[in-house]
């Protein structure tokens, strides 16, 4: 098992930039899958990209692509959530999460956002804040 401390939300203007990181506690190479989440109030849970912790597969969810970038540090077992020109609409709770199924290569594999439904681990989440 791991357990999952996210860092680096804030508050930020619009086109700004920010960086989450997600330190792993337990060995990240025993999970298939790595990703980040988000909710917004109201809202519900919206995987936003994930990685294979094996190949290297990533995928994103498509009101991120070319803004956000999944990237992860084996040796300070950490995952990284780097975020470029923010707006207003990417204010919510980020949460970094592990999959030790299989079934999340199904959203990976196919270029699809990640389904939460995968995945087991959850870490308390960090709250970004864009404004306009």
């Known amino acids: 098992q791991v357990s999952l401390v996210e860092s680096g939300g804030g508050s930020v203007q619009a086109g700004g930039s920010l960086r989450l990181s997600c330190a792993v506690s337990?060995?990240?190479?025993?999970?298939?899958?790595m990703a980040w989440f988000r909710q917004a109030p109201d809202q519900e849970r919206e995987g936003v990209a994930a990685?294979?912790?094996?190949?290297?597969?990533?995928s994103y969810a498509n009101s991120v692509k070319g803004r956000f970038t999944i990237s992860r540090d084996n040796a300070k077992n950490s995952l990284y959530l780097q975020m470029h020109s923010l707006v207003p609409e990417d204010t919510a709770v980020y949460y970094c999460?592990?999959?030790?199924?299989?079934?999340?290569?199904?959203?990976?594999?196919?270029?699809?956002?990640?389904?939460?439904?995968?995945?087991?681990?959850w870490g308390q989440g960090t709250q970004v804040t864009v404004s306009s």
């Open positions: 999460a592990a999959s030790f199924s299989r079934r999340c290569w199904i959203t990976t594999r196919s270029h699809e956002p990640p389904n939460s439904a995968d995945f087991g681990a």
């Open positions: 990685l294979e912790v094996g190949v290297g597969a990533i």
């Open positions: 337990g060995d990240m190479a025993r999970s298939e899958c």
